[in-house]
């Protein structure tokens, strides 16, 4: 009953840049989000949510910001492209969002981010690490929090080299703009440290059509699979693979949903790797994920902690410290201008920076692996089985 009620999305009527007066006349800033919250990638779009819900409601428990109470409007995008456009331009048209916050996938943001920045309105922690959204000259209202796809990309191939003696490396992708972005971050990264790809197969976005990219893999007798896609399609490819008895590492990118992988897996999952981007959800020896954990049972007992909704927390908080920095009457600049002026930000031990040509406040790249009880452990290298 309590996700019911906090998935209810209040029609707010302000001003064009974004506070408008709520049911309690109490001025509220709205923040708007198109994301998957159905579909092949629903884990990753309500995970979001739900990260930047425990950050609104907990700064609104405590007064909200310079007064003002934060709002999330959610629409659903499916993880399509053409329904991002559409949900954005209806939260900046018709909802009067004071910024965008908390979209998911390359593709879709792809497509909705010029939107965006044509009605001058923030694009904020996108859940994706594609390189077009780190250009802070030509878009000067996104800010990034997560480290980008070609440096998770590159951590990869340092632990499966240095650390295994790996260099039969190949590439499992969705065949869209996202999986493109780890593909060149992969192809980069491999030329840096002297290798190349042996194989590079894909499988179309929103489907697990995946049978024979696994058994290309196979005959390329791969020692390595990077995988850049969705966690059901992952999932699919991998539990094949042990079916057929080839069993190379598998390492993904952090966009998997690292529960749903888990999950989907069961027992295939033992040994495989995901590169994360945000701190292990339960590590409450940080500050910040301790806030986090509390954030999050006070809004919903049952959630667990993951590291999708820790990385909506942390979009949630940014927000939030953009807003405290840009003083009693926020504007839109004021709030983009904020950030790229405050330097070194803590937040609860998770460091960000930004600056005027830097829209990316974090570059830590974590590794992790599911053990035999499909459960997530952090990692400092790879090991051999």
Not at 122 to 140: S, V
Not at 285 to 297: C, D, F, G, R, S
Not at 336 to 347: F, P
């Amino acid at each position: 009953m309590m996700m019911q009620m906090l998935l209810i999305i209040l029609v707010v009527v302000g001003t064009p840049w974004g506070p408008a007066r709520a049911a309690s006349d109490q001025e509220t800033i709205v923040f708007g989000q198109s994301a998957a919250l159905t579909g092949p990638a629903r884990e990753l779009g309500i995970g979001m949510r739900l990260g930047l819900l425990a950050a609104f409601s907990e700064v609104n428990r405590k007064g909200g910001v310079h007064g003002y109470r934060l709002q999330l409007e959610s629409l659903d995008d499916r993880y399509e492209p053409e329904a991002a456009i559409a949900n954005t331009r209806a939260l900046i048209e018709e909802h009067k969002v004071f910024a965008l916050i908390g979209a998911v996938g390359t593709p879709t943001s792809k497509s909705a981010q010029p939107v965006s920045t044509e009605a001058g309105v923030p694009y904020i922690a996108p859940f994706t690490g594609a390189e077009f959204l780190r250009d802070a000259k030509k878009r000067p209202n996104v800010v990034n929090v997560r480290a980008s796809y070609y440096q998770e990309t590159e951590e990869m191939v340092v632990r499966l080299n240095e650390d295994l003696g790996i260099n039969r490396i190949s590439i499992f992708y969705q065949n869209d703009s996202f999986g493109q972005a780890g593909l060149n971050g992969l192809r980069q990264a491999v030329n840096r440290h002297g290798l190349t790809l042996i194989e590079e197969v894909y499988y179309t976005r929103n489907t697990e059509a995946v049978k024979i990219a696994l058994l290309d893999l196979r005959r390329a007798n791969a020692e390595a699979v990077v995988i850049v896609g969705a966690y059901k399609p992952a999932a699919t490819m991998i539990r094949w693979a042990r079916r057929l008895n080839f069993n190379p590492y598998f390492i993904n990118i952090s966009f998997i949903g690292s529960a749903a992988l888990a999950k989907a897996l069961g027992p295939d999952g033992t040994g495989v790797y995901v590169t994360q981007v945000v701190p292990f959800p339960r590590d409450t020896t940080l500050p910040i994920v301790a806030q986090y954990q509390e954030a999050l049972q006070a809004i919903d007992t049952r959630s667990k902690p993951s590291f999708v909704s820790l990385e909506g927390y942390l979009a949630g908080r940014i927000a939030i410290e953009g807003l405290q920095l840009a003083g009693p009457t926020p504007t839109r600049k004021g709030f983009l201008q904020a950030l790229v002026r405050a330097g070194d930000m803590d937040l609860g031990g998770f460091h960000l920076r930004y600056g005027v040509d830097d829209n990316q406040g974090s570059d830590r790249v974590y590794l992790t692996r599911i053990d035999n009880k499909g459960q997530f452990q952090a990692v400092d290298k790879m090991s051999l089985p």
